[in-house]
């Protein structure tokens, strides 16, 4: 599985980005898609999921109201909408594969399996 992840991009603070990640490969394995996001000096973040079937979805609470996870089934594409972006929103942001049985969205780096190259997000005036 190869995940592309694009997007990012300098943004003003109250603007919106959308950002896409695109698999490729053998995706039939595919259970969830998370984005995460890195902030220099932190931790990776966990900010919003989606199942590989496009049934369930979920935002954390630090971006709940503002992002958004959708999928396009045919082309293979997650999209993370991202609105009233905050200068505390700046962080490279990673899409990565859950190939794991689905119970629950995982939040943690290590549940993943592949991840996209990560797409830079700044926010600023």
């Known amino acids: 599985v190869q995940l592309q992840a694009s997007g990012g991009g300098l943004v003003q603070p109250g603007g919106s980005l959308r950002l896409s990640c695109a698999a490729s490969?053998?995706?039939?394995?595919?259970?969830?898609v998370g984005w995460f996001r890195q902030a220099p000096g932190k931790q990776r973040e966990f900010v919003a999921g989606?199942?590989?079937?496009?049934?369930?979805?979920y935002t954390s609470d630090s971006v709940k109201g503002r992002f958004t996870v959708s999928r396009d089934a045919a082309e293979r594409t997650v999209f993370l909408q991202m609105s009233s972006l905050q200068p505390e929103d700046t962080a490279v942001y990673y899409c990565?594969?859950?190939?794991?049985?689905?119970?629950?969205?995982?939040?943690?780096?290590?549940?993943?399996?592949?991840w996209g190259q990560g797409t830079q997000v700044t926010v600023s005036s």
């Open positions: 490969g053998s995706t039939s394995g595919i259970k969830a």
């Open positions: 989606i199942t590989w079937s496009g049934s369930t979805s």
């Open positions: 990565a594969s859950d190939h794991g049985y689905f119970v629950r969205f995982h939040t943690t780096p290590q549940a993943y399996l592949y």
